[in-house]
Each structure stands twice: as C-alpha cells, then as structure tokens.
C-alpha cells in the first residue's frame, strides 16, 4: 500500500470491533438485544437503557442524510482530491456514520440518494467503509 497521509481514525477499545470487521470488509452495528436499537461504538442502550447489547452484521445500505463538498484543501494532505464529498449517511439500521459517496459524479449525489457499503483498504491496520450509489 502507498504512504497514507491523511488523518486515520482513532481506534480504541469502544469501536475496535467496528474497524476489525470494517478490516474484513464488513459493515457491524452495535445493537440492543432489547429494543433493537443500533449504535457505532459498544456503551449501554441510550434508547431504552438495556445493558444487553452485541454486534452484529448490518446491510452495508443506507441513504445520503446530508453532505458536502470540498472545494479547498484545509490540511496539505487532501490537496489532490479537491473537490471530494464529505457525506453523513442513514444507516438502514438507524446510526449516521460519517463516510464518502464513491462511484460517481459529485453533481449526481442528492440527499435521500440509496447507497451501500464499499470498503477501502488504506494501510495494514485500517479500512474505511465508503458508499457507492445503489443501482
């Protein structure tokens, strides 16, 4: 893999389950055993209080909630992706996870757009879900 210079996610001991399966290219949700809300990282259910909760695997679908675009490069190392996409995306299960929109033109993405997981190996340690519009 080439030199990644742009800020990685900060793994810790909440969501190192989330990035071990992102690693596996597979989308998990931490989910409540009783009420069957869904979450990002592990911590006790904030919709009924359950303490019963387990990760599970998600659809890898969801719709664009909102985005933007970059048209200037706030730090050195995006400087050769302007413009990119910037997108908060509805997970069919609930949770917003903050990602890109890849595999098209950036005029064609709209919120409310249909879109599934896609998975990008950035270095041995760390793969980032990004999502790709649903056809």
Request: contains cysteine; neutral net charge.
């Amino acid at each position: 893999m080439a030199e990644y210079d742009k800020q990685l996610p900060l793994i810790t001991a909440s969501n190192r389950p989330f990035w071990a399966a992102a690693k596996r290219h597979e989308l998990v949700v931490y989910k409540c055993l009783n009420c069957g809300s869904a979450y990002l990282q592990d911590s006790d259910c904030t919709t009924c209080g359950g303490p019963r909760m387990a990760w599970v695997r998600a659809s890898g679908r969801g719709r664009v909630f909102t985005f933007c675009v970059f048209h200037q490069a706030f730090h050195p190392a995006w400087k050769g992706d302007i413009p990119y996409n910037v997108a908060y995306v509805k997970l069919d299960e609930g949770p917003l996870l903050v990602s890109n929109i890849v595999g098209c033109e950036r005029g064609d993405i709209s919120i409310g757009m249909p879109v599934e997981v896609v998975f990008e190996d950035i270095t041995a340690e760390v793969t980032l879900p990004k999502f790709r519009p649903v056809k």
